[in-house]
């Protein structure tokens, strides 16, 4: 598979997270939930864009990493701040 084809599947897949998040604001899923599942999406979508577009698949371990890391704590930190502070 060519690498414009895997390219545009992952611009694709992104496209349709993006949808999903955009419905899950609109339904009527409790506000605990729909936070959940709209960061699970978030983490996704950055790890695609970090390993497909930005290219730290192999050739920057660390940087990678690092990047990873981000994407696990960074939506970790909004969901229990979000928490705390909603109440």
């Known amino acids: 598979m060519s690498a414009e084809t895997v390219a545009t599947r992952i611009w ?41 577009f930005m290219e730290l698949d192999g050739r920057f371990p660390r940087l990678r990493q690092l990047m990873n890391g981000y994407i696990v704590l960074v939506p970790a930190l909004l969901f229990v701040l979000g928490s705390v502070f909603a109440q």
């Open 12 to 52: 694709l897949l992104l496209v349709g997270l993006t949808l999903l998040s955009a419905a899950l604001a609109d339904g009527g899923v409790p506000g605990a939930l729909t936070a959940l599942i709209a960061l699970g999406v978030a983490g996704v979508k950055g790890a695609l864009v970090i390993r497909h």
